[in-house]
Nanobody, 115 residues
Framework: QAQLVESGGGLVQPGGSLKLSCKVSINPFNIYDMNWYRQPPGKQRELVAALFRDGSTHYGDSVKGRFTISRDNGKNMVYLQMNSLKPDDTAIYYC?????????WGQGTQVTVSS
């Protein structure tokens, strides 16, 4: 059974950085497109970043130039490096793996940006 486990969330001051990690227990891992979503308090879940199996990426407009998605296929890991964090980045961040109709989610990790 597929399992995704996020880590790395926490409290950070505005302007700071965090790196989220997602351990993906799916094989073969490299056929999956990997996404990071987030859900701010009282709002809908939104796509933050996508990393497709061909290596191409897509970022939400609000995080372009600040966030970077990456993966290590040898370790079944996907990462989200978040720089220049803002209070509006406060949300629960979810890791998502997609292949065809198959979609798997992690339980989420809380990121709070506050002084």
């Amino acid at each position: 059974q597929a399992q995704l486990v996020e880590s790395g969330g926490g409290l950070v001051q505005p302007g700071g950085s965090l790196k989220l990690s997602c351990k993906v227990s799916i094989n073969p891992f490299n056929i999956y497109d990997m996404n990071w979503y987030r859900q701010p308090p009282g709002k809908q879940r939104e796509l933050v970043a996508a990393l497709f199996r061909d290596g191409s990426t897509h970022y939400g407009d609000s995080v372009k130039g600040r966030f970077t998605i990456s993966r290590d296929n040898g370790k079944n890991m996907v990462y989200l490096q978040m720089n220049s964090l803002k209070p509006d980045d406060t949300a629960i961040y979810y890791c998502n793996a997609v292949f065809g109709r198959s979609s798997h989610w992690g339980q989420g990790t809380q990121v709070t940006v506050s002084s």
